[in-house]
């Protein structure tokens, strides 16, 4: 006797970044059941991205639709800003969408309910999930950008616009020589990000005071922080460098963020948080030794338990939890 096909339902999450796009299946609570990554870079075409989002949307409703898996809605994280609908995307890391009324389109993709957020919301949404709700929690993602995000007892704040903030943008170096893909100079962004980690890796690399940095720049063509973390393990010392500094800012810009959110906990995801110890410690020893005292002292500081498929999971969650406040016609337009 063959067993019985149980008919699931879940979600379809979608992590949009500078370097690729991540979907995934995720089942309600939070289960991821399948992931996939579309390689994209921040100088694709919008007919490439769309093409290549759209190829990749319909595999996995294909794949779902085998598994006997019914798809109820999209969730869709974007890096960078939204109209105060959460419909189109105003700017982000990945220009080719900007101005694009991204939601209507994706709801056009799978005729499914779809709901927009910025990146780091999605995956605060997620970490949030894991745990019951600090009365204030500052998330933050440090990947390409950095987002800042504060949830009061796992409710997202949103200051203005339906958006919450960029408190990445903080200017931590008046005269610095770099300017953000937003078009501020100085901010956090240009000193504890990962372009910013890529940047003085190449420049390390360039500069002769790295070996194994600029072996690995010339059998690759270039550097990413997750190769300039990987010198750090193998006992470079530029690399170690280059990764505490990076920490050391982000510490700087924790500091900040304790005296304005006054959070009992920072919660640092993104794909740099995976750095390791090294970089975590010198943020919490830059934190504790120049903020004020009395906001940085007890704060606990944590890496996101969930890694990098935060983005694909709370995107999901965030349009479960959507439909099954709202139901699904009010998404579906
Ligand atoms: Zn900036």
């Known amino acids: 006797m063959s067993t019985p096909v149980q008919l699931r339902w879940a979600a379809l999450g979608l992590d949009l970044g500078g370097s690729s796009a991540k979907l995934g299946i995720v089942a309600e609570q939070g289960k991821l059941l399948v992931i996939e990554q579309v390689p994209f870079t921040p100088l694709d075409s919008l007919t490439t991205v769309l093409e290549s989002l759209q190829h990749a949307l319909h595999q996995l409703r294909d794949r779902a ?20 609908d959460r419909s189109t995307v105003l700017l982000n890391n990945i220009t080719a969408l900007d101005g694009f009324p991204l939601r209507p389109w ?128 193998q006992g470079d010392p530029a690399a170690r460098a280059i990764i505490e500094q990076a920490g050391h800012w982000l510490g700087l810009g924790m500091a900040s963020w ?45 890496t996101a338990r969930l890694g990098k498929e935060a983005g694909v999971i709370g995107a999901a969650l965030a349009v479960l939890r959507h439909v099954s406040e709202r139901g699904m016609s009010a998404y579906c337009q």
């Open 65 to 84: 639709a085998a598994q006997g898996i019914e798809l109820i809605g999209l969730g869709c994280g974007v890096p960078g800003n939204l109209d105060p």
């Open 106 to 233: 994706l709801v056009e993709q799978l005729h499914l309910p779809a709901v927009l957020d910025n990146d780091t919301c999605m995956a605060a949404l997620a970490e949030a999930s894991l745990s019951a709700p600090a009365d204030r929690t500052l998330f933050v993602t440090v990947g390409s950008g950095i987002g800042v995000v504060l949830l009061h007892q796992g409710v997202i704040v949103r200051v203005a616009h339906g958006a919450t903030g960029e408190a990445g943008h903080i200017i931590v170096e008046a005269n610095s020589p770099y300017r953000c893909p937003l078009g501020c100079r100085g901010c956090l962004e240009t000193v504890a990000s990962g372009r910013a980690i890529e940047r003085e890796g190449q420049r390390a690399a360039a500069e002769g005071r790295s070996d194994l940095l600029e072996q690995i720049r010339q059998a690759k063509g270039f550097l990413s922080g997750a190769d300039i973390a990987a010198a750090m393990a």
């Open 258 to 302: 304790a005296a304005i959110y006054q959070p009992e906990e920072i919660i640092l995801g993104g794909g740099v948080a995976q750095a390791g110890e090294t970089w975590l410690q010198a943020a919490v020893a830059a934190m504790r030794s120049s903020g004020v005292p009395r906001f940085t002292g007890t704060v606990r500081v944590a």
